[in-house]
C-alpha cells in the first residue's frame, strides 16, 4: 500500500473517531436543552458558525449561485440527511450506547454504499456487488449482532472475577 494512501486511510479512522464523541456531546445538548431538534438545531448553529472563520481564513471564494439551477435536485439531501443522523445520535445514542450506535450506523452506511456503488447513485462511479463485498457487509452485519447481543436477548457476558 502506498505512503499517500494509508495517510488517507488513517485520517479517514481519525475523522471516524470523532463521530461518537459528537454522538455523545450532542445527546447530551439535547437533554439539556429538552428536546432532541433543538440539539440539532444548536449543533447545526455551532458547526456554521466554526467554518465560516475557517472559510475566511483559507479566502474561500464565494460561490456563483447560478451553477445550482443546472444541477441534479439530489444534491441538496447532504444538508437533510445531517439533520437525520445528529437527530438520530442524539436519541438513539444514549439508549444503544456509543458502541452500539456505531455499529449500526456503520453498518446502514456500508450497506448504502453497496447500493450506491452498484448504480452508480449520487455522481459516484459505478462498482459492481461482487462476492467479497457482500461476505465484508455480511461480517459488519454479524459484528453488530454480536455486539448488541445482550440487548438482543442473549446472554449477558460472564463476569471476569
Given at each position: 500500500?502506498?505512503?499517500?494512501?494509508?495517510?488517507?486511510?488513517?485520517?479517514?479512522?481519525?475523522?471516524?473517531?470523532?463521530?461518537?464523541?459528537?454522538?455523545?456531546?450532542?445527546?447530551?445538548?439535547?437533554?439539556?436543552?429538552?428536546?432532541?431538534?433543538?440539539?440539532?438545531?444548536?449543533?447545526?448553529?455551532?458547526?456554521f458558525a466554526?467554518?465560516?472563520?475557517?472559510?475566511?481564513?483559507?479566502?474561500?471564494e464565494?460561490?456563483?449561485?447560478?451553477?445550482?439551477?443546472?444541477?441534479?435536485?439530489?444534491?441538496?439531501?447532504?444538508?437533510?440527511?445531517?439533520?437525520?443522523?445528529?437527530?438520530?445520535?442524539?436519541?438513539?445514542?444514549?439508549?444503544?450506547?456509543?458502541?452500539?450506535?456505531?455499529?449500526?450506523?456503520?453498518?446502514?452506511?456500508?450497506?448504502a454504499?453497496?447500493?450506491?456503488?452498484?448504480?452508480?447513485?449520487?455522481?459516484?462511479?459505478?462498482?459492481?456487488?461482487?462476492?467479497?463485498?457482500?461476505?465484508?457487509?455480511?461480517?459488519?452485519?454479524?459484528?453488530?449482532?454480536?455486539?448488541?447481543?445482550?440487548?438482543?436477548?442473549?446472554?449477558?457476558?460472564?463476569?471476569g472475577?
Amino acid at each position: 500500500m502506498q505512503t499517500n494512501t494509508l495517510f488517507l486511510i488513517l485520517a479517514a479512522i481519525v475523522t471516524g473517531a470523532v463521530v461518537p464523541f459528537q454522538a455523545g456531546a450532542n445527546a447530551a445538548l439535547g437533554r439539556t436543552l429538552g428536546h432532541p431538534l433543538w440539539g440539532t438545531a444548536v449543533s447545526l448553529c455551532v458547526s456554521f458558525a466554526c467554518i465560516l472563520p475557517v472559510m475566511v481564513l483559507a479566502k474561500v471564494e464565494i460561490p456563483t449561485l447560478s451553477n445550482l439551477a443546472q444541477a441534479p435536485r439530489w444534491i441538496w439531501i447532504g444538508g437533510i440527511i445531517g439533520v437525520i443522523y445528529i437527530t438520530g445520535a442524539l436519541m438513539l445514542v444514549p439508549k444503544l450506547g456509543a458502541a452500539g450506535f456505531i455499529m449500526a450506523v456503520i453498518a446502514g452506511q456500508m450497506l448504502a454504499s453497496i447500493i450506491i456503488d452498484q448504480w452508480g447513485l449520487v455522481g459516484l462511479p459505478q462498482k459492481p456487488i461482487s462476492l467479497s463485498r457482500i461476505a465484508g457487509l455480511g461480517l459488519i452485519f454479524l459484528g453488530l449482532v454480536v455486539m448488541q447481543l445482550q440487548a438482543l436477548g442473549g446472554k449477558p457476558p460472564a463476569s471476569g472475577g
